[in-house]
């Protein structure tokens, strides 16, 4: 792990170098950019000779979309217990988003006029789920039952399918009670364009969500316009802020558990005010990780992604965090200190509190979305929320009385910005 002191002299400089996010291959910018120009081209006809070379999967016009029948195998195959426990995440994701349910409203404004707003859901959205060796079902959870909750008349899905043509079932049995019937097997930048720009088998959508490697980033950065994107995050990141109280054992699990997700890109970071919990991390990383099944790996991400920053103070941890914006932030400090700490970090995207709170609840089950903003974008930017799902319309409804009182104000600045044509078209309403 690689170390950083809070009081050395380029301090900043060295940790600005560490959350630096990682740049985009020229290659996945070139590659993005023919995949969408193909399927803008040739529709159905490049999306399944790119299904093919990417996903070695054999497809028609016609297999495209997962039949019921799919669905149906698909429910048949899961156990009863993993289909409850996919119930009961998507029972804490639409109790924690139904708080968050925007409200129609009106109001008088100070010239006695109505004015309030309207909110409506999104009419097609297209969600991407990641599949392939590690189908996200916990994604279509996060994603999925929000827009179904916000009440989006459409949701068509994209996941990348097996050489067999096949999706995997847990991911079909959580969509299938997440209320999602519209599934095709297209993944990669090449799913992002075929919602993004419609083909003959799947529409356009308004919308574009969900993570996804460099090349559905890319996709949905250059989309945007044709359609709405919500985030582009990029590689896992956990930040966890830990003080005497805090045990290695609950560290290094969580360090594990993020460095789990195998891009090799992860950022973690640990800032602590103990020396002692640092010296004995690395043997249990090595403990712990022994048994996993993904132990070179984790050890090869935890030795190039993986910062110790020594801080003086829980104040100091702080303004580390602020400038990091971490997507995940773990506080596993002394439970007195909890809510000063949370107050004063203002940019992470997702906030776990206690030592008894490890990030893989927020992945799971929790309720808030984890789908999140990385590399430095939560200085201005948040995780995927119910509203993300809508849009808004303002409305304003002036009577005789009203327009009176406006007057001054639109003569003023009809006069201050050279506009007559604004103005006299309110002073003919006042002739009326």
């Not at 497809?59 to 799919?70: A, G, I, R």
């Not at 109505?114 to 994604?139: A, C, D, H, M, W």
């Not at 930048?189 to 919308?207: F, N």
């Not at 709170?357 to 309720?367: E, I, N, Q, S, Y």
């Amino acid at each position: 792990m690689k170390i950083l002191d809070f009081n050395s002299k380029n301090f900043w400089k060295s940790l600005a170098e560490a959350a630096k996010p990682v740049m985009q291959l020229k290659d996945v910018s070139e590659i993005v950019e023919k995949v969408l120009s193909d399927i803008k081209e040739n529709g159905d006809k490049a999306l399944i000779e790119y299904t093919h070379k990417f996903d070695k999967a054999s497809l028609t016009p016609k297999t495209l979309k997962v039949s019921e029948d799919e669905i149906k195998d698909a429910l048949k195959k899961v156990p009863a217990s993993d289909k409850r426990e996919i119930k009961n995440a998507i029972k804490c994701v639409r109790f924690f988003h139904k708080h968050t349910m925007p409200k129609n409203w009106r109001a008088k404004n100070p010239h006695g006029a109505i004015i309030g707003e309207n909110f409506y859901p999104i009419k097609r959205v297209g969600l991407y789920i990641p599949g392939g060796q590690v189908p996200l079902v916990s994604t279509v959870v996060m994603t999925a039952t929000l827009a179904n909750l916000a009440g989006c008349p459409e949701i068509c899905v994209c996941t990348p399918p097996s050489p067999e043509g096949k999706i995997n079932a847990h991911l079909l049995t959580a969509l299938y009670f997440s209320g999602v019937k519209e599934i095709y097997k297209v993944g990669g930048a090449q799913a992002i364009a075929a919602m993004g720009y419609g083909t003959k088998t799947i529409r356009q959508v308004e919308k574009l969500f969900g993570p996804g490697n460099a090349f559905v980033m890319e996709a949905k950065r250059r989309l945007f316009g044709e359609a709405g994107v919500d985030l582009l995050p990029g590689p896992s990141e956990v930040m966890i802020i830990a003080d005497e109280t805090a045990t290695a054992k609950n560290v290094a699990a969580d360090l594990l558990s993020q460095a789990e997700h195998g891009s090799g890109k992860e950022k973690i970071y640990l800032a602590t005010t103990s020396k002692k919990l640092v010296e004995e991390i690395p043997s249990e990383l090595k403990r712990q990780s022994k048994p996993l099944s993904h132990a070179d790996k984790l050890a090869k991400i935890i030795e190039n992604g993986c910062f110790v920053i020594f801080v003086p103070n829980l104040e100091a941890a702080a303004e580390v965090a602020n400038f990091i914006a971490p997507e995940h932030l773990e506080l596993q400090v002394e439970k007195s200190k909890i809510e000063t700490l949370t107050k004063a970090i203002t940019t992470a995207g997702a906030i776990l509190q206690t030592e008894m709170t490890p990030t893989v609840l927020g992945d799971f089950t929790a309720g808030p979305s984890h789908t999140l903003p990385t590399g430095r974008t939560g200085r201005f930017s948040s995780g995927l929320q119910l509203v993300d799902f809508m849009r808004r319309s303002s409305v304003v409804r002036y009577d005789a009385k009203s327009i009176k009182k406006a007057r001054p104000t639109v003569k003023a600045f009809s006069k201050m910005e050279s506009l007559d044509a604004h103005g006299n078209s309110l002073f003919i309403r006042e002739e009326q």
